[in-house]
């Protein structure tokens, strides 16, 4: 039987390419100015309101993580550690590699800068919204407590703020998904080993079956089934699972990939002078960029920014919720830590790499293409093979947490007792994300992401005054010597 959508290859490309042009003006509408300025503005208020105090106690944030304060009887499913390496195994991941990429192929060197700056003042934001998750728990249909911000916006403003608690959740149903992650690690191995090899299909398109003409290759789909019986392995153990895995890979990654830069960066030591003052200079000329518009550096660098370390976004928050603590503050300053690892130390070495490899002016290659091409070139021979090691391990603990975020907001709209279905969509995503193309998948979170980022920081804005109540409360304590 004729079926025009599975055999027409021009009218399958003319959905994909509309889907994509939809994708692309929401999120040139929502990633506009006002969002801008409500993160970063957002983050400046959080700074100042709080007189610098989280930034001058990070040392305790430190302290914390040891283990020192540790309860066992807390409230709570996993240590603090655990909770920071949950989180950071979904922040640091393809937005800190293939994320920074596009973030100088659009932007240029500029946005790297910007990225800076919101990952400073997403400091202060994630020790706001992080201490809220852990002040304002609320409990599921099962009794089990939950935290995150549908809970602190409802237990924290009220019930009459519902609607913004449920439009969070309904965004991060597919702002969890983990479709990017899955696109480019697919993708690197793709064009680093198999396209080298001629292995898996790599030049066999098999879109026409499935409606998407000859834009999806055999390799694709062989690596997209792959991914997901990794990952099914591990997400439906929960969080236990999840944070014991992280706490285990997460160091390991951050490790594999800081030596390798740091030995691209030691070969080209000359140029560095050169290119941080490109990235300055750039930051506020944006020559590099489309137009050479400084506002859209600016919009790039915090959009690139938030995607890589989630600050004001809200989805740290759902797993610094499950911290086994009764002090909220001290999960905050544990919090504060990701942009600091995350953006500062992991964006800003893959940025140098890109830069000092002199890969980052090529035109026609993004993504994770662009890095694997410094990589190359910084480390020839080893260096593609290296950060398919690294980015494996990035995105495949990126997609264990991702998936615990979509539980927890399914669990928030139907119910504990069917969140164990958002698993079944969320292993498909992981399949689908293989096959489309960057744009589509790029595009689709960035939407998302923007979305959960207003009631985010609505909810936390508005509670403001609670955090600063309970840190001035805290610290009375603790320097009174009248806690353990």
Not at 369 to 391: K, Q
Not at 394 to 420: D, P, V, W
Not at 427 to 439: E, L, N, Q
Not at 448 to 476: C, H, Q
Request: overall charge negative; glycine content about 12%.
């Amino acid at each position: 039987m004729y079926n025009p959508l599975f055999l027409n290859h021009e009218l399958n490309y003319s959905i994909l390419e509309r889907l994509d042009q939809i994708l692309d003006t929401f999120v040139g509408l929502a990633w506009g100015m006002p969002l801008v300025v409500l993160l970063v503005g957002g983050g400046l208020f959080f700074l100042i309101y709080s007189r610098f105090m989280p930034y001058r106690n990070l040392r305790h944030g430190v302290e914390i993580l040891t283990g020192k304060y540790e309860d066992p009887n807390a409230p709570g499913d996993i240590t603090h550690f655990q909770a920071l390496s949950s989180a950071l195994a979904a922040t640091v991941g393809m937005g800190n590699v293939s994320g920074v990429a596009i973030a100088i192929t659009v932007g240029g060197p500029g946005a790297i800068f910007w990225m800076w700056i919101s990952a400073l003042v997403g400091m202060a934001t994630k020790f706001f919204t992080c201490t809220l998750a852990v002040m304002y728990r609320g409990k599921d249909t099962s009794g089990k407590v939950q935290g995150g911000p549908m809970y602190y916006i409802t237990e924290g403003l009220g019930k009459k703020w519902k609607p913004l608690a449920i439009f969070f959740s309904l965004a991060g149903l597919i702002g969890a998904t983990p479709i990017f992650q899955s696109n480019q690690l697919t993708q690197i191995i793709r064009d680093t080993i198999f396209a080298e090899h001629g292995w898996f299909g790599v030049d066999t398109f098999v879109g026409a079956g499935i409606g998407l003409g000859d834009s999806v290759r055999l390799s694709d789909v062989f690596m997209g089934l792959i991914f997901v019986g990794l990952v099914s392995l591990v997400i439906f153990g929960g969080i236990k699972r999840i944070g014991s895995v992280a706490a285990r890979l997460v160091p390991l990654m951050v490790f594999i990939y800081v030596i390798s830069v740091v030995y691209i960066i030691l070969s080209n030591v000359t140029d560095l002078g050169y290119y941080f003052s490109l990235i300055f200079t750039d930051a506020f000329t944006g020559q590099a960029a489309a137009g050479g518009a400084v506002g859209a550096v600016i919009i790039t660098g915090v959009q690139r920014a938030a995607f890589s370390n989630e600050a004001g976004i809200g989805m740290e928050a759902l797993a610094h919720g499950a911290a086994k603590t009764r002090e909220p503050v001290r999960e905050g300053l544990v919090a504060m830590i990701e942009p600091a690892i995350d953006t500062l130390l992991v964006c800003t070495m893959t940025a140098l790499a890109i830069l000092m490899t002199g890969v980052w002016d090529l035109e026609g290659i993004d993504g994770i293409t662009l890095t694997a091409m410094a990589f190359d070139e910084g480390i020839p021979v080893f260096g593609a093979y290296i950060l398919i090691v690294a980015v494996s391990i990035f995105s495949i603990t990126t997609m264990f947490t991702y998936s615990y975020y979509g539980t927890k907001c399914l669990n928030f709209l139907a119910g504990a007792e069917r969140q164990h279905y958002y698993n079944y969509f969320y292993i498909a995503s992981i399949f689908f994300g293989a096959i489309f193309t960057m744009d589509i998948v790029i595009n689709l979170i960035d939407g998302m992401f923007a979305m959960m980022a207003i009631p985010t920081m609505t909810g936390a804005l508005l509670l403001s005054p609670k955090v600063i109540e309970a840190t001035k409360d805290y610290f009375r304590r603790k320097n009174n010597g009248e806690m353990d």
